[in-house]
């Protein structure tokens, strides 16, 4: 039975638009599309359900919602894989979610331009499971990669693991179809034409389109980069006896100027401490190995074979020692899908509980990476010790320059969330411990996120402060695009926008 | 029907391997059930384990294989390395002596 707060003729609108299938008013259909992986206050459940969903399957079809949503100013929130790590897809105002898993089709695989054009709801798994016959990949490569979209990946700008050597999702996405939040189709790019990759024609709108979480339109067609087909893969775990010398080991490997590093991953003791508890890889580990580091190269044979060479020489030198091929090969393949992983937490006193995933997913320098995790354990720890829900699974730090992996990391704490014992008190605890985190990415001169999108409470309310001046151009783009705010609204603030619009 | 099957093929005793780390099978380790008293766990017939394990790399494989043509053993390089290494070294050698 519909509990629906949107009347009827809106919906039999929508299912004239899309067909009765493609209108969903249950219950379970609405439940299941409130929430994402990352936590998430379970206590409030309801209070984030959207009152209709729909599943398009065509650029027109999400023109005609849209422009429904907009005669009735009803909100719409695009959902694609689900598997953000922030609130991007959650749906605070209700609304119609625009779910786009039907949007799988490959539409054009062009060979002689090395390009293929797809709808945004089709995984890259299967995309290159189709791609590799023709010797070609699209590299696009988030620990979400059996489960996230590529609509999802263009929402959030995505982060990929690869990057070093390919690319992020804004390098890989050459051009876009767009509905934009009024209604009206376009086609978005480097300047014009749907494959060109550089163009220095009008403004640079392609970036204005990534990342934006929804709040400026819905992707409905994408033309991505294809990349011949790696022929072999490096991946390469190195121990160390310290933090401080895996560290400096990082800073010499990332400058190593090899063309075919593709990432390289620095975990710091207490995440080799988590990793013992549970993994197969770690738990065999001698008690020395307090601090791993991670590369992977991939590309020709003789390049990748080479680069190897000169990253295990570059590890021995700096004091790593190599960690074998099963521990190597194994956890980097299990890298590709960590969501796949268990998450088991544990209470202060090590006994055992299923807990939720918190990354905390900031931008920061090589240069205040210590100083960063050391900070922002000390925070971890004041509220581990207070409330007893949560648990530090330790620091990473991943290298985030697209083809030039130095400079700056994607650095995460993650944090377990005992979600089940969740209540108001703990929910604001949990918000506040964010804050702190958050806090201290923008002291560093840091970005508080690489990858995940500032939806969340705890990062959302520092947008302002990161952007600047920014933020004002940033609410006039949205007040011009979205002019009765409908697209996603809620998220980075924006909401603000149009608040001022009130008052004058 | 459940039970029928772990009854026929109960895993054996888990040993310690470290603190909070059993083991019933070589290599696979599990979690100290002392540990698991709020979260119970679940008793798993051996086959089911065996599946379990066996599926996890048959994916990891498959994972390698999805990604590029062809895997680089670093135990391999490691072993190119040190022969070149002593070659290295031989040729620094020689170099002192014309000195």
Redesign the interface.
Known sequence: MSTVAISDPIIDELRAILGPAYVLTSKTARYNRTRVPAPFPVHRWGDFLPDVVVLPETAEQVSEVVKLANRFQIPVVPRAGGTGLADGAVPLKGGIIVDIKRMDKILEIDLEDRTVTVQPGINM?KL??VL?KYGVFYPD?PASYPCSLVGGRIGTSGFSLISGRYGHTRDLVISMQVVLPTGEIFEVGDGGGRKIRKSSTGFQLKHLFMGHQGTLGICTEATLELVP????????FFGYKSFDSAYRSTGALTKSGLATLSSVVLFDERKIQYLR??D?AY?PQPGDVRAVIATSA?GS?DE??AA??RL??IAKDTDGR?L??EV???DW??R??RYATPL?G??PD?????MCWHCEDASINYSVIPKVMKEWHEIADRYIGRYGIFDDWGCFFYTNAAYKPWGDYLAEIDIGIWEQRLDDETWEAWVNCKREITKVSLKYSGSITACHGSTREGDAEFVPVEMGGGFEVMKRIKRVLDPNNIMNPGKNMLDLAYEEDQST | MFGFRLKGQRPPDPHSVKEGVVMRFDHVYEIDPERMQVFKQQDMPAWDTMRIVSNRWEHLNWMHSHFAESVVSGEELEKELEKEGKVRGKRRTKVRKRK
């Open positions: 798994l290159n499971e590799n490569d087909r790696p022929e072999a893969e490096f991946a390469a508890r549970d197969e738990i991939y044979r990748v074979k190897g060479k295990l020489q190599y074998g091929d190597s090969q194994g393949a299990s590709h899908d088991h544990r209470l090590k006994q055992v509980v299923p």
